[in-house]
Nanobody, 124 residues
Framework: QVQLVESGGGLVQAGDSLRLSCAASGRTFSSYAMGWFRQAPGKAREFVAVINWSGSSSDYADSVKGRFTISRDNGKNTVYLQMNSLIPEDTAVYYC?????????????????WGQGTQVTVSS
């Protein structure tokens, strides 16, 4: 069992930066690929970024590539999402998720555990 708690969301202006954190419980955090997803009002949840268990490999949605960076610290059981050059279209609830059996999954169905989400609002 893994419990995930996101933090770091907030209200910012376009062009600003935010860093989201996701703290995981349990001693097997380093065994999981970790992903970030987001859900805007009235839209389906979508993939944002994923990092493999060791932190050596990552993948991003085209909409955030070059602006967002995912990283992890296995010693602290934490995964991060650094978000730069934010735009209003980035406004959403951001969720972190853990995947036990896949290296860098981009599909929701391949994740086993989810956090409760943190709100990010970008004003124009």
């Amino acid at each position: 069992q893994v419990q995930l708690v996101e933090s770091g969301g907030g209200l910012v202006q376009a062009g600003d930066s935010l860093r989201l954190s996701c703290a995981a419980s349990g001693r097997t955090f380093s065994s999981y690929a970790m992903g970030w997803f987001r859900q805007a009002p009235g839209k389906a949840r979508e993939f944002v970024a994923v990092i493999n268990w060791s932190g050596s490999s990552s993948d991003y949605a085209d909409s955030v590539k070059g602006r967002f960076t995912i990283s992890r610290d296995n010693g602290k059981n934490t995964v991060y999402l650094q978000m730069n050059s934010l735009i209003p279209e980035d406004t959403a609830v951001y969720y972190c998720a853990a995947s036990r059996y896949y290296a860098r999954p981009t599909s929701e169905a391949k994740y086993d555990y989810w956090g409760q989400g943190t709100q990010v609002t970008v004003s124009s």
